[in-house]
Nanobody, 116 residues
Framework: QVQLLESGGGLVQPGGSLRLSCAAS????????MSWVRQAPGKGPEWVLA????????YYADFVKGRFTISRDNAKNTLYLQMNSLKPEDTALYYC?????????WGQGTLVTVSS
């Protein structure tokens, strides 16, 4: 079955960096666009970034441009999210999701907390 397993979350100070990973299995990873979606405490899900099947095109929400980078390694069936210059408002549960605008599979999420 389709599985998406995120890792790499944790507590980081404002201005710090984290790298999230999402290990995919149960489907042909290289055939799907992938996204990162986050959900802050008490708020609804918010799309953050997406990447095309071959990694040649990436799409960013305005609030992360210049700070976050999405990438993928199709040989390893893994999606990445490099987060720099983190802000307290980036605190959220981060999910990887299959798709670009609509999503048909989600991981369980990894928690990122930005606090001093």
């Amino acid at each position: 079955q389709v599985q998406l397993l995120e890792s790499g979350g944790g507590l980081v100070q404002p201005g710090g960096s984290l790298r999230l990973s999402c290990a995919a299995s149960g489907f042909t990873f290289s055939s799907y666009s992938m996204s990162w979606v986050r959900q802050a405490p008490g708020k609804g899900p918010e799309w953050v970034l997406a990447i095309s099947t071959d990694g040649g095109s990436t799409y960013y929400a305005d609030f992360v441009k210049g700070r976050f980078t999405i990438s993928r390694d199709n040989a390893k069936n893994t999606l990445y999210l490099q987060m720099n210059s983190l802000k307290p408002e980036d605190t959220a549960l981060y999910y990887c999701a299959r798709g670009r605008r609509t999503f048909d599979a989600w991981g369980q999420g990894t928690l990122v907390t930005v606090s001093s």
